[in-house]
């Protein structure tokens, strides 16, 4: 099956961005920047990703940490809503334990890092606490 000529325009797009990406990733549009990052993550051959990544010298300290933040605003994002205090005469806000600092990567010693994350409140430094919070 040969392509279309629509989804060539498409290729060559998508091929163009990529290109740019790989010379600087804040070239591109955020979105596309994210879907880069998860091919190339989704490239890696083996299963754990991430463990490939640290023997190769590719992952740093700061990087899992990136990860892990993006992760956090996802998660509020996708989960947030579950554990929003709607109920004005409840005593405790409800709980979701894939919302868990653990469940999260992070323990209770990390809330008072400074993290930011391109997918929040506009890439602003903030503790981990105070982004939680906002979250």
Not at 50 to 74: M, N, P
Request: no cysteine; proline share 4%; glycine share 6%.
């Amino acid at each position: 099956m040969r392509p279309s000529f629509a989804t060539r325009l498409n290729l060559d797009l998508l091929e163009e961005n990529y290109r740019r990406w790989q010379d600087d990733p804040e070239s591109v549009d955020s979105s596309w920047s994210a879907f880069f990052e998860g091919f190339e993550l989704g490239d890696l051959h083996l299963r754990n990703g991430a463990a490939i990544a640290e023997e190769a010298g590719l992952a740093t300290v700061e990087g899992s940490l990136q990860t892990r933040v993006d992760g956090l605003v996802y998660a509020y994002r996708t989960l947030g809503h579950i554990v929003a205090r709607l109920d004005p005469l409840a005593k405790k806000r409800p709980e979701n334990p894939l919302l868990s600092l653990r469940e999260l990567g992070f323990s209770e010693k990390d809330l008072d890092l400074q993290v930011s994350s391109k997918f929040f409140f506009d890439n602003r430094q903030m503790s981990l606490r105070e982004m939680i919070a906002r979250l």
